[in-house]
Structure formats: structure tokens, C-alpha cells
């Protein structure tokens, strides 16, 4: 029958449903008072509905879908264990872009990525303010909405756009790795750089030709298992920062729309050890 043949669609047409309805709910939120709270240090930022929304999310997949496992942003905040295996997984960010949801700035997503044999299956970002909704499937295209996404065939950093982001680590030896970084691109021409304020979105971006690479160091794997599957489909490869395969669980990342582009990053790029989301 058609589950048995096609077994991970009707997994794909949950997640764009419950991404809409917890974009629906995020954009009524961002207008609204919100109670904001801290994590790992004062400007990493989580709120009420980050939580709302995740719960909303893993609850409705469980109800549907009770065998599979769920990795999700602030459930491993809360203690959940974040490791991928081959069972089919479900990896979530409820809010890509809090601190921009926090301040009414508009790029503002919710994530939902799909594994099974550790293997990405699709990905489904849904960006909460002006509607769009961006998905991906292995061997059947990246789009958004109903248009097909390509990523650009820029091969090298010279008059390039370029995409990173900061993350919440703020200590000197950070901020010190990504300057460097921003310089040493800048120095090699690249015509720009540009800070969004949500990882998944600049994916997106990227996915969709508006730009040609995406760099970060400390992104989790909720903020790249979504975004993975887009890229790929519509064309770029995703690699980690030594130029090597990607590990969805290592907090680094190199997307670009070819691998020359992406290696002459890698080759930039001061590689270093950014600690992994499934330590312990
Ligand atoms: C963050 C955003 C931000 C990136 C961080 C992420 P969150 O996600 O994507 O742009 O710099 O690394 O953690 O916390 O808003 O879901
Ligand atoms: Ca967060
Ligand atoms: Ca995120
Ligand atoms: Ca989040």
C-alpha cells in the first residue's frame, strides 16, 4: 500500500501542520506580553512560549506517532537526553530566533527536523511573521510554499554573501573567534555579512539563493536538522568547519551552494572543539 511505499510522508504533512499551528501561535504571542527568563547565561534568552510551543509540538507527534523519539530544544534544556539513534527521531526548535521574538524583530521560525537511521529524512521551517513555510525531503526537492528552491553556484569567498550567527556564548575567547573569523572573509572580499538573528531562517536564505554560505560555530543540532535536509535538496552542500562530514551533534556547521565555496570557508575558518549537544 501507499504507507509502505511513501512510509515517511504522512510524518511530513504532520510537521507542516503543526508547524503552521505553532506559527500561529508564536506570531499572536510576539505582540503580546511575554515572561522571559534565562538559561545558560543572561542573554540566552527563553520564554513561556518557547515552552507552550514544544510541548504543543512533541504532544501531538506522541499522540500520532508513539514509537518515535523527540529531540526538542527546551525539553533538553529541562534535563531530556539529546541523543540520536537510529529510531525514528523528531528534532525540534520550537522558536528558532528568541531573542528576535523577544524584541519584535522579524525573523522568527519554528523547526522541525526528521531522522531515522541517523539519517535526516526532511525538514519543515515555518517562519512565523510573514508566512512562508520552507521544506525539504531526500530526493524530492527543497521548496517554499510551491516554489523550488536553488541554492547559488558562487565558488569562492571573494564577492560572496556571506550569513553567520552569534549564539549566546559571549566570553572573550568566543567573541575573539568570531571576529577573527569575519575579518579574515572580509579581507578575502566577500561583499557582506549578515547577522539575522535566527540560524534556521539564514539557512533558508541560503537554500533559496539569497546567499551563498552560512558559518557557525555553537548551533545545536535543532538548529541544523531541518535546515540540512533544505540545503540539500535544493543543491549545497553542509559540512562541518574542519571541511569534513557534517556531524549533526557537534555545534558546527559550513553551508554553501557548491563544495569549492564551502572548502574555502573551511580553509579560513580557525576550527575549534565547540563541545557536542549529545555530551553525557
Ligand atoms: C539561536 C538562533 C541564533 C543562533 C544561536 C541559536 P534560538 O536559536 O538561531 O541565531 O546564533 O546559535 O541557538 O535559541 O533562538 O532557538
Ligand atoms: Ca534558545
Ligand atoms: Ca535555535
Ligand atoms: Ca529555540
Known sequence: GEAAEDPWKECMETAVQLALRAGQVVKKALTEEKRISTKTSVVDLVTETDHLVEDLIISALKDKFPSH???????????????LTDSPTWIIDPIDGTCNFVHR???????????????????????????KMYTGRKGHGAFCNQERL????ETGIRNSL??????????PATLKLFLGNMEKLLKFQAHGIRVIGSSTLALCHMASGAADAYYQYGLHCWDLAAATVIIREAGGVVIDTTGGPLDLMSCRVIAAGTMELAQSIAQELQTIDYGRDDEN
Open 150 to 153: 536553488h541554492v547559488t553556484q
Open 69 to 83: 523519539r523527540f529531540i526538542g530544544e527546551e525539553s533538553t534544556a529541562a534535563g531530556s537526553k539529546c541523543i
Open 105 to 131: 524583530f522579524p525573523p522568527v521560525a519554528v523547526s522541525i527536523g526528521f531522522a531515522v537511521n541517523r539519517e535526516l529524512e526532511f525538514g519543515v521551517i515555518y517562519h512565523c511573521t510573514n508566512g
Open 162 to 171: 556571506i550569513l553567520t550567527e552569534i549564539g549566546p556564548k559571549r566570553d
